[in-house]
Nanobody, 115 residues
Framework: QVQLVESGGGLVQPGGSLRLSCAAS????????LNWYRQAPGKQRDLVAS???????DYVDSVKGRSTVSRDNAKNTVYLQMNNLKPEDTAVYYC?????????WGQGTQVTVSS
């Protein structure tokens, strides 16, 4: 059974930083890779960043240069480091994996950027 658990969200001032974590069980992230999505109130869920099974990261333009995706294979955990946070980064952040044609999601972690 695949389970994903996000953590690390919170309230931060503009310009601040957060590191989100996604701990996985029932799936080996170095084999399947992982995606980070976010969903702001009243908006659709959008892809933010991803890391392939080979460890290659990718980012959407809105977070490129401010974010870093990394993976700890021993902990089977992926991290999303976000710097210089902006109010428009406010959203619930979800991690996602695809296995055998199915999507698995975590419960999400709230990130609020506000002064």
């Amino acid at each position: 059974q695949v389970q994903l658990v996000e953590s690390g969200g919170g309230l931060v001032q503009p310009g601040g930083s957060l590191r989100l974590s996604c701990a996985a069980s029932g799936i080996t992230l170095r084999i399947y890779g992982l995606n980070w999505y976010r969903q702001a109130p009243g908006k659709q869920r959008d892809l933010v960043a991803s890391i392939t099974s080979g460890g290659n990261p990718d980012y959407v333009d809105s977070v490129k240069g401010r974010s870093t995706v990394s993976r700890d294979n021993a902990k089977n955990t992926v991290y999303l480091q976000m710097n210089n946070l902006k109010p428009e980064d406010t959203a619930v952040y979800y991690c996602n994996v695809k296995k055998y044609g199915r999507d698995f999601w975590g419960q999400g972690t709230q990130v609020t950027v506000s002064s």
